[in-house]
């Protein structure tokens, strides 16, 4: 009894300091909800395993230095408990290393890493087991300790350095994606166990190595089992550390995967100043919805307004990333509540594929930036890379690359997006809009491509593609009779500087028949005077020939209102940035009605862009604006949706 109370042997002391580690820390572990799964099903595990070689060790030590415990308990009764420590050591060992993979999620999916962790374990058992029947790895001496017998306990401990090898290895290559201070606690980790082999051969005792694991398990409660590094407090989901951690071991182990993202427009001012639980109950309102449209997914709120799906084996440009996109624009279009008000928000959705578009991860950085900005003023499909402004020549010149070979290998494909008349309640024009679909990068957006073609030349190509396309949906489909009356077209200035456009603009409609009222050419404003001059000739040659022009982008750069008295336009479209701006400021508002009266005055038509809200369309008609394109109406869709688009809406 007395060597309980007044333990003059350090082993004892350790076992008993390492119970109470032990037990400090499962009360922590019991203490949190259970967000980890598996991780912590093996932590807990882990924690069992400590306490309980602590206990046996303990009682095989209290054995050996007290009277009291000899008279109690038999010798056999000793020696059981020795092997038991023993065989609980091992155990440590491997639940260690499923540990180490379960936070690193590695999968136990090749014969290598499963021998890694089999073959120690298998030597540990047959080690243990065997001695069971001979003294051939260890044997117990009178006074009932435990003694290694041969070299069979050397090849244990060999293929115990096989587990330390191969966590020193996973401990540098994950290092990046966990913080130093973690780093430093598997490190800790690892190095106790790798001192457990020198110390039992100092010590002849287990006892500093399990009061090592200890402490160690007491570390990891703290810093890999710590819910508030992981879990954000008021959604419920996981942080930008948990969101890194995934993507860094994801790229690490590479794997095909899509980061998804929700950006929601003004999230964060509306819940700035409310109460932590109002807050709270909205965020989850939204994490809910966002879990129950993919729950394989993991969701994280890594920054203000934004939240993020994690989609493994999937590409951005799979039609699934659509699908949602269509699915969780249609549910922002309800409000949400908080606390007793409804309220409602705008979201742009953006993908981003791992690893095509993203290899490593300085570059996440780089991106996420000018995704930033990007999505202020996004069209509000999903937002893709190819999208950006990159500045990297790199990304340029793979674009540049697939522009050069994008008509010859059939990546364009030609969308319509409807054009509303109010004076008709129909849609009877259309524009005609350039998609470009590349098999590894996906959608590349015109906004990123066409600049490029323009450069390159290629531009010149595209829209003859472009025009040919629309010929021939004219030609071979019913449109006319839908109640089209003309597709508006748009023309790079690369094309109108060229001095045979003209021709080879009428040889097109010549070939496919088609009348030439029936193509509107949009045109943007050019500085350069003799380029102007250039294009004036062009426009006069088609003019004449009877097709009609409108000038593009209106109101977007530096509008010569001088000059717009002598264009030769027939319409003119005001550019979305203007329309959108109207209805955000009292002063773009009176920029805006001024220009629709000059453009009145002069007797052209007006074509209002970027018309995104029912209040925005209603305003523009009011106003007096001839022809109201934008999403509210329609998005730029392929021909055969568009041909059913008419049929619904000319006709009912
Ligand atoms: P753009 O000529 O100003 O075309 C209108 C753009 O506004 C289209 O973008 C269209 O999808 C988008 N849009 C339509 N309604 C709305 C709306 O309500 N809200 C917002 N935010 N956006 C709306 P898209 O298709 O990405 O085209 C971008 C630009 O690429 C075009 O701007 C045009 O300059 C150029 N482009 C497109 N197709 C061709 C083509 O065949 N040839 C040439 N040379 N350029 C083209
Ligand atoms: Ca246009
Ligand atoms: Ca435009």
Not at 576 to 599: D, G, L, P, T, W
């Amino acid at each position: 009894m007395e060597v309980i109370f007044r333990p003059q042997n350090y082993e004892i002391c350790l076992n008993m300091a390492a119970i109470v580690l032990a037990v400090i820390t499962l009360i922590i572990h019991s203490s949190e909800e259970d967000y980890y799964g598996k991780q912590r099903r093996i932590f807990g595990i882990l924690i069992f395993m400590v306490i309980f070689v602590n206990v046996v060790g303990g009682i095989h030590n209290v054995w050996i230095y007290s009277d009291w415990a000899k008279s109690l308990l038999s010798y056999g009764f000793n020696c059981f408990m020795a092997v038991l420590e023993k065989a609980g050591v091992y155990v440590i060992a491997v639940v260690s290393m499923c540990y180490l993979m379960a936070i690193f999620r590695i999968e136990l999916d090749r014969v290598w890493k499963v021998s890694v962790i089999a073959i120690p374990a298998l030597c540990s058992v047959i080690s243990v087991f065997s001695s069971l029947f001979n003294r051939n790895v260890f044997y117990f001496d009178a006074r009932g300790d435990m003694h290694l017998s041969n070299v069979f306990s050397g090849t244990v401990n060999i293929s115990s350095a096989l587990y330390l090898m191969f966590a020193a290895y996973l401990i540098y290559k994950y290092s990046k994606s966990i913080s130093s201070e973690k780093a430093i606690v598997l490190t800790a980790f690892f190095l106790m166990m790798a001192a457990g082999i020198p110390l039992k051969l100092i010590f002849h005792s287990y006892a500093p190595f399990e009061f090592g694991t200890a402490l160690a398990v007491l570390l990891c409660v703290y810093t890999f089992q710590n819910p508030s590094e992981f879990i954000e407090r008021l959604s419920g989901t996981g942080t930008k550390n948990a969101l890194n951690f995934t993507v860094y071991t994801n790229l690490i182990q590479k794997k095909v995967f899509t980061v998804f993202g929700i950006s929601i427009d003004r999230l964060s001012e509306a819940i700035g100043s409310e109460s932590l639980e109002a807050s709270s109950n909205l965020l989850t309102q939204i994490a809910t919805y966002l879990r129950r449209i993919y729950p394989d997914a993991a969701l994280f709120y890594p920054d203000d307004g934004v939240f993020i799906m994690v989609l493994e084996d999937i590409r951005p440009d799979d039609e699934l990333i659509e699908g949602l996109a269509e699915q969780i624009r249609r549910r922002f279009k309800d409000p949400w509540k908080l606390r007793e008000d409804d309220v409602r928000f705008t979201e742009s959705p953006f993908a981003v594929g791992f690893p095509d578009e993203i290899g490593n991860f300085e570059k996440i950085v780089e991106v996420k930036d000018e995704m930033k900005k990007m999505l202020l003023r996004q069209n509000r499909e999903v937002l893709r890379i190819s999208d950006l402004n990159l500045k990297y020549a790199e990304h340029d010149k793979k674009i540049d690359n697939i522009v050069r070979k994008a008509v010859d290998n059939g990546l364009l494909e030609v969308y319509y997006q409807p054009i509303y008349s109010p004076l008709t309640g129909r849609f009877d024009t259309c524009e005609a809009l350039v998609r470009l679909r590349d098999h590894q990068f996906g959608f590349i957006s015109p906004a990123i491509f066409i600049p490029i073609a323009e450069k390159n030349g290629t531009v010149l190509g595209i829209d003859r593609f472009v025009l040919s396309s629309v010929c021939e949906m004219l030609a071979a489909t019913e449109v006319l009779d839908l109640g089209i009356k003309y597709v508006e077209v748009n023309l790079s200035v690369v094309d109108c500087i060229q001095s045979n456009l003209a021709d080879s603009v009428l040889d097109t409609l010549k070939k496919f028949r088609i009348g030439t009222d029936k193509i509107n050419f949009e045109i943007t404003e050019t500085w350069e005077k003799e380029i102007t001059s250039v294009v004036d000739d062009n426009v006069q040659k088609l003019t004449d020939a009877g097709v009609a022009f409108s000038m593009d982008d209106f109101g977007s750069g530096y509008s010569n209102v001088s000059r717009m008295a002598t264009v030769p336009v027939k319409l003119f479209k005001l550019d979305k940035s203007i329309v959108q701006a109207a209805f955000e400021s009292e002063v773009s508002y009176m920029v805006m009605i001024n220009m629709i009266k000059i453009i009145k005055s002069l007797g052209k038509e007006i074509v209002a862009e970027g018309v995104e809200t029912g209040e925005q369309a209603k305003q523009l008609i009011r106003l007096g604006c001839d022809h109201i394109q934008g999403f509210f109406y329609a998005r730029p869709m392929p021909e055969a949706q568009f041909i059913e688009f008419l049929k619904e809406h000319n006709f009912s």
